[in-house]
């Protein structure tokens, strides 16, 4: 399973980066719009940001299909060739992913929210379809079960198609997506740092830091700055 970075923060980026080697940064007009920049130059440094062959997801804005074609054009030529394209799955939007499609153009289909609405951007094209899990949730669905039912429906049916599940409140709904052999997932950075971080293996950490350095006050003549042959 894919794992990206939900966020446009250069800095937040690069911090999670130096922790582990995630798979790419999905951004939004809402997510580029928090960080109150130039979105193209943002998407521009994100791009220069992130190591070879690691995704980045921006989204066009447009209502027509032809608006989203040429905002489509204009961020692959300004930002990267071979960045993914979000594209709602509107009527406009559905005709779109398959004229970017039929040009080579890797497509994500977001504002998911039916398993059939990601079935059929799935058929017309896209890469990767994005259900929103917690909005699901909170609109009284279960998000988790929309996105292991899109994931089941692609694999079925052998469509190159895979989920890219977004929107998450907890680690729980990532690890129980893990478990059904979702694809990818996109998450905001305190949702990707409770993936690690345990207070459990904190204290584990400390005992055993504690219990070597009491070790070596018992046992004498221990250099623990000499270097080994």
Known sequence: MLVLIDHANLKEIEALYDMYPYDGVTTNPTILKNEHKNPIQLLKDIRALLPSGCQLHAQVISDTTEGIMEEAHFMLNEIAEDMFIKVPVSSAGMKAIYLLKSEGVNVTATAIYTAMQAFMAGKAGARYAAPYVNRLDNMGADGVQVAADIHQMFRLHN??????????????QILNLCKKGVGAVTAAPEVLRALIQHDATFTAEENFENDFYSLVHEIKGIDLNRKHD
């Open 159 to 172: 469509m190159e198609c895979d989920v890219l599940a977004a929107s998450f409140k907890n680690s729980q």
